[in-house]
């Protein structure tokens, strides 16, 4: 359990978490790896929400997400928001009330029974109504292609396992390449590039990395503290070494 954490309650909803880089170390972690590794950003992230339920930063019956992450002065600094999940759903409904498509799809009568509904029953309704709101989008999108960011991380254990990828990717977006820790980090932005093409490029990535992280979580640390080694076009550069 975190022994030296701050916690300072911001407002009702947010509070900030201030962790030293010796209790992150202290709990298993390191710095470098919350933000390369989703994965151990999520249980890294557990264990400071426990400590703050434990200490009563954070009530019960609520569902909690990190919108702000930094790393200054050898501390970790992150706000957690903790939101009432009746309140939530309240919410989420009444602005799908408003929404003149959305009630149309859904109906009227069906969505003020979920606002009238408590406990168990107005989350069953509410998940209910979501799902089929999601297969109706995704319906309609089906013949609609849909923009999304790829802009990737990709971790390498070793410049060669960079290098063999090199090798054997298709030169295709633009980036930049970081050393961490003894690690080797890609940026890659695949946004304009052709779909298939992108999907080679990941797949082939797959193959020599050890994991492929979203661009928007660590990206903003490894410009920060990451010594940068190629400023643009990694893949060219390494293909032809």
Same mark, same amino acid.
């Given at each position: 359990?975190?022994?030296?954490?701050?916690?300072?309650?911001?407002?009702?909803?947010?509070?900030?978490?201030?962790?030293?880089?010796?209790?992150? /170390? $202290?709990?298993?972690?390191?710095? %470098?790896?919350?933000? $390369?590794?989703?994965?151990?950003?999520?249980?890294?992230?557990?264990?400071?929400? =426990?400590? =703050?339920?434990?200490?009563?930063?954070?009530? &019960?019956?609520?569902?909690?997400?990190?919108?702000?992450?930094? +790393?200054?002065?050898?501390?970790?600094?992150?706000?957690?928001?903790?939101?009432?999940?009746?309140?939530?759903?309240? $919410?989420?409904?009444?602005?799908?009330?408003?929404? +003149?498509?959305?009630?149309?799809?859904?109906?009227?009568?069906?969505?003020?029974?979920?606002?009238?509904?408590?406990? &168990?029953?107005?989350?069953?309704?509410? !998940?209910?109504?979501?799902?089929?709101?999601? #297969?109706?989008?995704?319906?309609? #999108?089906?013949?609609?292609?849909?923009? &999304?960011?790829?802009? +990737?991380?990709?971790?390498?254990?070793?410049?060669?396992? =960079? %290098?063999?990828?090199? %090798? $054997?990717?298709?030169?295709?977006? !633009?980036?930049?390449? *970081?050393?961490?820790?003894?690690?080797?980090?890609? *940026?890659?932005?695949?946004?304009?590039?052709?779909?298939?093409?992108?999907?080679?490029?990941?797949?082939?990535?797959?193959? +020599? /990395?050890?994991?492929?992280? %979203?661009?928007?979580?660590?990206?903003? *640390?490894?410009?920060?503290?990451?010594?940068?080694?190629?400023?643009?076009?990694?893949? /060219?550069?390494?293909?032809?070494?």
């Amino acid at each position: 359990m975190v022994i030296d954490l701050t916690f300072i309650k911001v407002n009702d909803q947010v509070i900030k978490c201030v962790i030293p880089a010796d209790e992150i /170390s $202290s709990l298993g972690f390191q710095v %470098e790896e919350i933000f $390369s590794s989703k994965e151990k950003a999520t249980e890294f992230i557990k264990e400071v929400v =426990a400590a =703050a339920s434990s200490q009563g930063f954070i009530k &019960e019956d609520t569902y909690q997400f990190v919108n702000k992450i930094g +790393y200054e002065n050898n501390e970790l600094v992150m706000n957690v928001v903790s939101v009432s999940v009746d309140k939530q759903i309240n $919410s989420t409904v009444s602005r799908l009330l408003s929404a +003149y498509d959305m009630v149309n799809c859904i109906g009227r009568q069906r969505l003020e029974e979920i606002l009238r509904a408590t406990g &168990e029953e107005k989350i069953m309704g509410f !998940n209910q109504v979501m799902n089929e709101l999601n #297969s109706s989008i995704e319906q309609k #999108s089906e013949d609609t292609e849909v923009q &999304e960011d790829r802009r +990737y991380v990709i971790r390498f254990s070793s410049l060669d396992d =960079a %290098e063999r990828f090199c %090798e $054997s990717a298709d030169e295709i977006g !633009n980036g930049r390449m *970081y050393k961490s820790d003894n690690k080797y980090f890609m *940026y890659v932005d695949l946004n304009g590039a052709d779909s298939v093409d992108a999907n080679r490029f990941l797949l082939t990535a797959e193959e +020599y /990395s050890e994991e492929i992280i %979203e661009a928007d979580w660590c990206q903003p *640390y490894l410009s920060e503290h990451a010594q940068v080694i190629i400023r643009e076009n990694p893949v /060219s550069v390494l293909k032809n070494l």
